[in-house]
């Protein structure tokens, strides 16, 4: 149902690559609140993905670009405002890629050059993205920018690799872009730390189902899905949201601020059945 908390705004949506991808879900919902955006993700992604779907539904026009390159940035967000008659009001960034982690390197066996493709990638782009926006003054004043995290930033995650490091340097872009850009021009930055979501690119994380199973568990709320995801980010894009900057926002159910639920605990205490002996006692040696 649409409230048009975006009535009148215009937006740019990073890295929508099919109906699994967090950012297809902001799409949409961005249009159905009134919004008119445009889309881009990298030439690869388009002729791969169904991209160019979304864009007919949405009447969106389709900017290919490497968002490592500053020129295809600059491509972006210029054309964009053609095409959308103005600045833009909100920007989404929901980029991100690890070589090592399709190549199944392991944290302690990093391939470097990898390394560096998934810091560029990831977050690297963020910044080449901000920093090209506040050079052509793209962005309105009040406007809002927002990318997606995940709680490995902070805590260490089993399988999640060399995406965690990219993720904490996302996060720590946010907060000092956020303060010169919101001084300057009253833009406001900051990322959302969502529940693990079984998107094209989180499903190449090793332990993917185990993971998403055991937050599940441990979230008062359980999970919180792409379509969940979507519509936090359209609060964050609206006027609702106008002094809030520089933040980690968690959209995880209550993950975050859990150490163990009873739900979690249950199922640990069944996975020991098979290492206790016939009294019943844990066997572990």
Same mark, same amino acid.
């Given at each position: ?87 833009? +009001?909100?920007?989404?960034?929901? $980029?991100? *890629?690890?070589?090592?982690?399709? #190549? !199944?390197? &392991?944290?302690?066996? =990093? ?116 379509? +969940?995801?979507?519509?936090?980010? $359209?609060? *964050?894009?609206?006027?609702?949201? #106008? !002094?809030? &900057?520089?933040?980690? =926002? ?36």
């Amino acid at each position: 149902m649409s409230n048009n908390l975006l009535a009148g705004k215009r937006g740019i949506v990073f890295g929508a690559l099919n109906e699994m991808s967090i950012a297809w879900k902001v799409a949409e919902r961005a249009v159905e609140e009134g919004a008119k955006i445009t889309l881009t993700n990298t030439p690869l992604a388009v002729r791969m993905g169904t991209t160019n779907e979304l864009g007919a539904k949405l009447n969106a026009e389709i900017i290919p670009a490497d968002a490592t390159s500053v020129d295809d940035l600059q491509v972006v967000f210029e054309r964009s405002m053609e095409v959308l008659g103005g600045k833009v +009001d909100f920007v989404l960034h929901s $980029i991100g *890629m690890s070589p090592n982690v399709r #190549k !199944k390197r &392991t944290y302690d066996d =990093l391939d470097y050059g990898m390394l560096n493709t998934t810091l560029d990638v990831s977050a690297v782009s963020f910044h080449k993205m901000i920093q090209v926006a506040k050079k052509l003054d793209a962005i309105n004043t009040g406007g809002s920018i927002v990318a997606l995290s995940y709680i490995a930033a902070q805590r260490t995650m089993v399988g999640y690799n060399d995406m965690a490091d990219a993720k904490s340097l996302l996060e720590s872009i946010a907060r000092s872009f956020g303060y010169i850009y919101g001084r300057e021009k009253n833009v406001r930055i900051n990322t959302i730390s969502q529940s693990p979501t079984m998107t094209t690119a989180g499903s190449g994380v090793k332990g993917i189902d185990n993971l998403f199973d055991f937050a599940e568990r441990m979230s008062p709320l359980g999970n919180a899905t792409a379509d +969940d995801c979507a519509d936090y980010c $359209i609060v *964050m894009f609206s006027d609702l949201t #106008k !002094k809030v &900057t520089m933040q980690n =926002l968690y959209h995880d159910g209550g993950f975050s601020n859990m150490g163990m639920s009873y739900r979690a605990m249950e199922q640990y205490i069944k996975g020991l059945d098979e290492y206790r002996d016939e009294n019943g006692n844990i066997i572990y040696g």
